[in-house]
Nanobody, 126 residues
Framework: QVQLVESGGGLVQAGGSLTLSCAVS????????MGWFRQALGKEREFVGA????????YYADSVKGRFTISRVNTENTVYLQMNMMKPEDTAVYYC???????????????????WGQGTQVTVSS
């Protein structure tokens, strides 16, 4: 049973920073490609970014590029999302997701991922 547990959410002022963590258990972490998504109230869940198994390839949505950084530490079974220069429009529930497949995937698509965390709320005040 693969489990993903996000932490680190909270309230931050615009322009501030926050780092989310996603701890993974139940499967060898280095075999998983990892993604971050977010869902604002009343909106669809959207892609934030993703990272390959080794961390050698990282992808970001245009809306967060240059402000957010994804990293992973395979020895800690954890993926991180560092968020800087935050904006009120970053307010959402943030989810991490894991893909166990091999071969090509579209990192930005929700359907590419097999496992999801429960989400953590991030609120950015103006």
């Amino acid at each position: 049973q693969v489990q993903l547990v996000e932490s680190g959410g909270g309230l931050v002022q615009a322009g501030g920073s926050l780092t989310l963590s996603c701890a993974v258990s139940g499967r060898t972490f280095s075999t998983l490609r990892m993604g971050w998504f977010r869902q604002a109230l009343g909106k669809e869940r959207e892609f934030v970014g993703a990272i390959s198994r080794t961390g050698g390839d990282i992808y970001y949505a245009d809306s967060v590029k240059g402000r957010f950084t994804i990293s992973r530490v395979n020895t800690e079974n954890t993926v991180y999302l560092q968020m800087n220069m935050m904006k009120p429009e970053d307010t959402a529930v943030y989810y991490c997701a894991a893909d166990r497949s091999v071969g090509y995937i579209d990192y930005a698509q929700r359907r590419s991922y097999d496992y999801w965390g429960q989400g953590t709320q991030v609120t950015v005040s103006s």
